[in-house]
């Protein structure tokens, strides 16, 4: 039988070292990840991310997702990120207060398709998915065919397939004017930004375009394209977007002023933007 070789004192001791930041990094792993906190009479679900980099307690709610997220610090801990959120639950409210109402996709609901009112019509006896018409007296409507209970889910397949169609003819014009290879179009629900683009050739953008005046939807192609050759936003970068897109200030300008209200549509109740910090 071969002897075993004893294990140095060195090697013993960094293990045993070892036992306590692993059950402490465990025991932070098992940490709820939210928790919910009562103002006013009601409840509101904080969502929780530890960052590494933090050096305080903060409060951002997302616009998108109206998701209230608190970040803090390494060494913090839940019961006191809980009585941060409490001590804030007024900021938290008037914020989520202040953002445009929800608007789920459900029958008698108005969506701006290409930004224009489209009454959603439920035709559950009719063959089809999702389509529009008009109606005699003018309207636009949204017609979803299938029960009720999948309304909204084939609302929201319906415009990810029209946003996918436009954006990727609209970079693709783009991509011609100035003689560059888009590789792949993708769409999102993005949070933070309303297009990206890699230095693969990769773009990506927000569904919610689609809901959006067309000359908004043609801007951002232009400017995700312009990156393909200038991967900043220096004075050349908005010469070149300037020359494709000549008055991309219009689009630039409806975007700050409606752009946060795209964020509510299909959303089933209300929740979402900004910051508050320790």
């Known amino acids: 039988m071969a002897r075993r070789t004893p294990t140095p004192s060195w090697l013993r001791s960094l293990k045993g070292a070892a036992q306590p930041l692993r059950a402490l990094l465990d025991r932070r792993q098992s940490q709820p990840q939210t928790f919910q906190i009562v103002f006013d009479q009601d409840i509101y679900l904080i969502s929780v991310r530890r960052n590494r980099r933090a050096r305080r307690y903060t409060l951002r709610i997302q616009a998108a997702s109206r998701e209230v997220v608190l970040t803090m610090p ?28 929800a608007a789920p996709f459900m029958p008698g609901a108005v969506v701006p398709l290409r930004g224009v009112d489209h009454r959603v019509v439920h035709c559950q006896g009719r063959r089809g998915t999702v389509w529009t018409e008009e109606s005699v007296d003018g309207e636009r409507l949204l017609c979803v065919a299938g029960d009720l209970p999948h309304v909204g889910r084939r609302i929201g397949d319906f415009l990810r397939r029209e946003a996918h169609r436009d954006l990727a003819e609209a970079s693709r014009r783009a991509a011609e004017t100035i003689g560059v290879n888009v590789k792949r179009v993708s769409v999102r629900d993005q949070s933070s930004r309303w297009g990206s683009c890699s230095t693969t050739g990769v773009l990506s953008y927000s569904w919610r375009l689609i809901l959006a005046p067309p000359f908004v939807l043609e801007y951002l192609a232009i400017h995700e394209v312009a990156h393909l050759v200038e991967m900043n936003h220096s004075p050349r970068f908005w010469r070149l977007v300037h020359r494709m897109c000549p008055d991309f200030e219009r689009a630039k300008a409806w975007l ?14 209300e929740s979402g933007s900004g910051e508050f910090a320790s």
């Open 74 to 101: 390494p060494r913090g801990s839940v019961r006191e990120a809980k009585a941060f959120a409490q001590k804030h639950g007024g900021w938290i409210a008037a914020r989520l207060r202040r953002l445009p109402a």
């Open 256 to 269: 700050d002023l409606h752009g946060t209200d795209l964020h509510r549509y299909g959303l089933p109740d």
